[in-house]
């Protein structure tokens, strides 16, 4: 049993190429055009991003780093892999790109994650059920079901947030990448 399983590795790959910026941002910039593109015009938006400028301020020294690191390192690497087909001047995300979206949970960096903010909603809901449970909330004035009815709500809510963020925040959803 020394073998890795093939989702295993095929994970750890996923990782290695989402780990390089430039990688993500070629990515991001490809689903967001939906068609193929240049690789001037993903150049120029790959190193706009990278130094937070409009692509109109960028030297041709700017552009050319960029555009040859992706030409000779980045693209290559993942046309290896099987997400984009790329012919020296045009790239095309391919049908594998699409199961990249599974391993980018982007979490901006002054929010908090998903999993801790449900923890915690969860040990509210605990807390007034709790609450109901032991007669300290009233429930002359609102019933238990109304609590009840109230936690589940707000559990509702937060999971309509969750998934209208995550869809935003997918590559290729915004005009930057996140």
């Known amino acids: ?37 240049e690789l001037g015009d993903l150049a120029e938006h790959v190193a706009a991003w990278e130094l937070d400028k409009d692509v109109s301020e960028l030297t041709s020294a700017e552009r050319k780093r960029v555009y040859t690191s992706l030409q000779q390192t980045h693209l290559p690497t993942l046309e290896r892999a099987d997400m984009i087909e790329f012919d020296d001047r045009t790239i ?6 699409s199961d990249l979206e599974v391993y980018l949970d982007v979490v901006p960096g002054d929010s908090i994650p998903w999993g801790l903010y449900y923890l915690g909603l969860s040990a509210v809901g605990f807390v007034v059920m709790a609450g109901v449970w032991l007669e300290v909330v009233p429930t002359e004035t609102v019933p238990a079901v109304g609590w009840a009815t109230l ?22 959803e915004m005009e930057r990448p996140p």
């Open 151 to 172: 936690v589940v709500g707000l559990f509702a809510a937060s999971a309509v947030v969750h998934v209208v963020q995550n869809r935003r925040m997918r590559l290729g």
């Open 92 to 97: 095309e995300l391919t049908d594998e790109a």
């Open 1 to 37: 049993m020394a073998t890795k399983s093939e989702s295993t590795i095929e994970r750890g790959e996923i990782f290695d190429l989402l780990s390089n910026h430039r990688r993500r941002y070629a990515i991001h910039y490809c689903k967001r055009e939906d068609e193929p593109v």
